[in-house]
């Protein structure tokens, strides 16, 4: 089975930088792996994709300010946030994707990937 925790959540000012980390459980190797976010009374929505080649997805939101990677040695990905907006603010999920990767990204709800806990992000204006 797959685990995902994440962490590096907390509150920031506008301007300011965060990185998350999503530590990896389980067979992964042939997965995207996805990062999500989701503000009280929204729906969640992708924020990133990693596919297994390198390459990468944003939603226009984000794009030019987040950047997504992985450290294979330490089963970890990250998310670095630059120039974050108070509209950053949501609990921030890892997901690790087995197929269709770009089409469940842009269907967080479907069943079809594994979830972390969850990090909060807060940015105060």
């Known amino acids: 089975q797959v685990q995902l925790v994440e962490s590096g959540g907390g509150s920031v000012q506008a301007g300011g930088s965060l990185r998350l980390s999503c530590a990896v459980f389980?067979?992964?190797?042939?997965?995207?792996m996805g990062w999500f976010r989701q503000a009280p009374g929204k729906e969640r929505e992708g924020v990133a994709l990693l596919y297994t080649d390198g390459s990468t997805r944003y939603a226009d939101s984000v794009t030019g300010r987040f950047t997504i990677s992985q450290d294979n040695a330490k089963n970890t990905v990250y998310l670095l946030m630059n120039s974050l907006k108070p509209e950053d603010t949501a609990m921030y999920y890892c997901a690790a994707i087995p197929r269709s990767c770009y089409s469940s990204f842009l269907n967080p709800v479907r069943l079809d990937k594994y979830w972390g806990q969850g990090t909060q992000v807060t940015v105060s204006s």
């Open positions: 389980g067979y992964t190797v042939s997965y995207c």
